[in-house]
């Protein structure tokens, strides 16, 4: 008897099998949605007149999370990242700095300064900003700087 059921269910598998593609497929745009929704993308405002140096060892950051930048202009002039926030001297650099150090923490991050300074500026306006950041708590500097190329 089980050999009769045997023949008659080989018998009838001269089709080929498929496979439904549609639960893979739906499963793949699942999971782009996920990502895409999870990820975050960090975007850096950059002023125009402000061109930074060129550095034959530069590296590039791993991490744009928690970045505060400020841009020094050739003049020595500084700008906010949306360039519409000019400070005038130390005190509101600081106060710029312990604001969104504020709010860059509340985010779970670590804040750090992203200096964008021109490279026909002179050092003294960077120091300004690296003392009005360090009396404000930060203390991790990047330079903004064009790579090498060989």
């Known amino acids: ?14 089709d080929e099998l498929q496979v439904d593609m549609s639960p893979m497929i739906d499963m793949v745009f699942l999971l782009l949605i996920f ?3 999870a990820s ?5 405002k950059q ?7 060129v550095a034959k060892y530069s ?14 202009r050739q003049d020595g002039t500084f700008l906010a990242e949306t360039a ?20 860059e923490e509340a985010k779970g991050l670590v804040p750090v300064i992203h200096l964008r300074g021109d ?9 300004k900003v690296i003392r009005a950041a360090a009396v404000a708590g930060v ?12």
């Open 1 to 14: 008897m089980a050999s009769k059921k045997l023949h008659r269910a080989a018998a009838g598998s001269d």
């Open 35 to 37: 990502f895409i929704v």
């Open 40 to 44: 975050t993308v960090i975007v850096v």
């Open 47 to 53: 002023d125009p007149e402000v061109e930074p140096p």
């Open 59 to 72: 590296k590039k950051a791993k991490d744009g999370k928690g970045r505060i930048v400020i841009n020094v």
């Open 84 to 103: 519409t926030l000019t400070f005038d001297d130390a005190e509101d650099i600081k106060k710029y700095v312990k604001d969104r150090k504020a709010i």
């Open 119 to 127: 490279q026909g500026v002179a050092f003294r306006h960077v120091r």
């Open 139 to 150: 203390d991790n500097v990047i330079f903004s700087v064009y790579g090498f190329e060989n």
